[in-house]
């Protein structure tokens, strides 16, 4: 049963103070449940409506035992703004901090304020095979109900770990890792040879990269306007600079 008092702890999960106190986050929606029941993360609780429990019989779990409710009273818990047929309480873990090996990718975000950014670049992250995101300590939260959601069930394939930026930085440069990131005043993407592995930094919405991970550089690129003499707006968006950046690494990998 979903009584009123778990509603209201499931509401205040909205916030990061209870998430922290709680060690737990929501997961909701039918597609972000299924793809939560196919991943390795600890599920605390479960409510479902008939309908979800009809539709995939074969992956609902038998330990924790899932609540059926219907969908007037799973809305009233839901922080979405359309009604949901799952609804999920998972725990918390701690990510794994290891730097990549010779040849991979990964990428590190340095005070991304935006959860619909952070969501996307992860989403982004796993379709161009990044197993890794390192985020600064004051980057939104990973488990905020809308970077869960904009994640599109990614989340629970790629290992985000918060660290300490300063110091990471420093472990990959004595393993010779490249350390590579976007500047107005970097060369162009598509006329560089990228580096096959190494450590990707984005920076913040609107001051960039903090100047003490920027003179780490061993890669400064410039994703080019178009035409290039004619720039119209001084950025791109974070998200979709991350993603032009992954797709040049990996078109350059065929």
């Not at 330990?63 to 818990?77: F, H, N, R, W, Y």
């Not at 930094?201 to 609107?206: A, Q, R, T, V």
Request: proline residues 4%; glycine residues 4%.
């Amino acid at each position: 049963m979903l009584t009123n008092n778990k509603i209201k702890f499931i509401k205040s999960l909205e916030h990061k103070k209870y998430r922290k106190q709680h060690a737990c986050y929501v997961v909701e929606g039918e597609k972000m449940v299924l793809e939560l029941l196919q991943s390795k993360y600890s599920l605390l609780e479960l409510y479902i409506t008939d309908a979800f429990m009809q539709k995939h019989p074969a992956l609902i779990p038998t330990q924790p035992v899932p609540v059926k409710v219907d969908e007037k009273t799973l809305k009233k818990a839901s922080h979405l703004q359309t009604a949901t047929q799952a609804l999920a309480l998972v725990a918390i873990k701690d990510g794994e901090i290891l730097l990549p090996k010779a040849n991979e990718l990964a990428l590190a975000l340095d005070h991304i304020q935006d959860p619909g950014n952070l969501g996307t670049i992860i989403r982004s992250a796993l379709w161009f095979g990044i197993k890794t995101i390192y985020c600064s300590i004051d980057t939104v939260d990973v488990y905020n109900p809308k970077v869960v959601q904009a994640t599109m069930g990614a989340l629970f394939r790629v290992n985000v770990v918060y660290t300490d930026l300063d110091r990471l930085i420093e472990q990959a440069k004595k393993e010779h890792l490249p350390l590579i990131g976007t500047r107005l005043d970097g060369t162009n993407l598509y006329q560089e040879k990228l580096p096959n592995g190494g450590i990707i930094l984005m920076g913040n919405e609107s001051k960039g990269l903090s100047v003490n991970l920027s003179q780490h550089l061993d890669f400064s690129l410039l994703i080019p306007s178009f035409p290039a003499e004619t720039r119209q707006m001084e950025s791109l968006n974070v998200s979709v600079a991350t993603a032009l950046v992954l797709a040049e690494f990996r078109r350059q990998q065929i």
